[in-house]
Antibody, heavy 117, light 113 residues
Framework: QVTLKESGPGILQPSQTLSLTCTFSGFSLSTYGMGVGWIRQPSGKGLEWLANIWWDDDKYYNPSLKNRLTISKDTSNNQAFLKITNVDTADTATYYC?????????WGQGVMVTVSS | DIAITQSPSSVAVSVGETVTLSCKSSQSLLYSENNKDYLGWYQQKPGQTPKPLIYWATNRHTGVPDRFTGSGSGTDFTLIISSVQAEDLADYYCEQYFVYPLTFGSGTKLEIK
């Protein structure tokens, strides 16, 4: 059974760094073809892809976030991570991690992040 | 970047009717080496996490009812929901995974009359 769960700070202030953790089970990020993606969704709005990391440590980022993103993984502990530097109110959203084989076939429940002073 | 345009932005149908949702890409999503279209569809019910429906434009994920049908190739794709049920009330998103950055459409909201 594949499960994913995101964790994060809940609330942070502008200019801080957002650190998110995705803890998963039922698959391994060392398996050929496996990946984890991060996606966010502001309240009432659509989905925005942020970053992917693959089994071979290949990483891809959404350039619209202008080099603020860093994705990484800990294969031994079945975790993936996303950092977003210099956050502002526009980064307020629900953040999801999801397994990517072909498409995003298993999603976490999401974690709400609010950026506010 | 590949732009994905979904239409309509919202649609209301009665239970039992058929509805067609459109997803258009600014570039072809067809990879000639394997003849696959790199497009997926997702359903997001109110207050819930997105759920995968379709991959490779036409293949249903496990457990997806056969009233959901994906079709199209190249730049034009559709999701047809036959005999709509009340439980199909949701936002529907398409996503291209052909090239980075991956992009989603803005979604279609399906409402039940």
């Amino acid at each position: 059974q594949v499960t994913l769960k995101e964790s994060g700070p809940g609330i942070l202030q502008p200019s801080q760094t957002l650190s998110l953790t995705c803890t998963f089970s039922g698959f391994s990020l060392s398996t050929y073809g496996m990946g984890v993606g991060w996606i966010r969704q502001p309240s009432g709005k659509g989905l925005e892809w942020l970053a992917n990391i693959w089994w071979d440590d290949d990483k891809y980022y959404n350039p619209s976030l202008k080099n603020r993103l860093t994705i990484s993984k800990d294969t031994s502990n079945n975790q993936a991570f996303l950092k977003i530097t210099n956050v502002d109110t526009a980064d307020t959203a629900t953040y999801y991690c999801a397994r990517r084989g072909i498409t995003l076939d298993y999603w976490g429940q999401g974690v709400m992040v609010t950026v506010s002073s | 970047d590949i732009a994905i345009t979904q239409s309509p932005s919202s649609v209301a149908v009665s239970v039992g009717e058929t509805v067609t949702l459109s997803c258009k890409s600014s570039q072809s999503l067809l990879y000639s080496e394997n003849n696959k279209d790199y497009l997926g569809w997702y359903q997001q019910k109110p207050g819930q996490t997105p759920k995968p429906l379709i991959y490779w434009a036409t293949n249903r994920h496990t457990g997806v009812p056969d009233r959901f049908t994906g079709s199209g190739s190249g730049t034009d794709f559709t999701l047809i929901i036959s005999s709509v049920q009340a439980e199909d009330l949701a936002d529907y998103y398409c996503e291209q995974y052909f090239v980075y950055p991956l992009t989603f459409g803005s979604g279609t909201k399906l409402e039940i009359k």
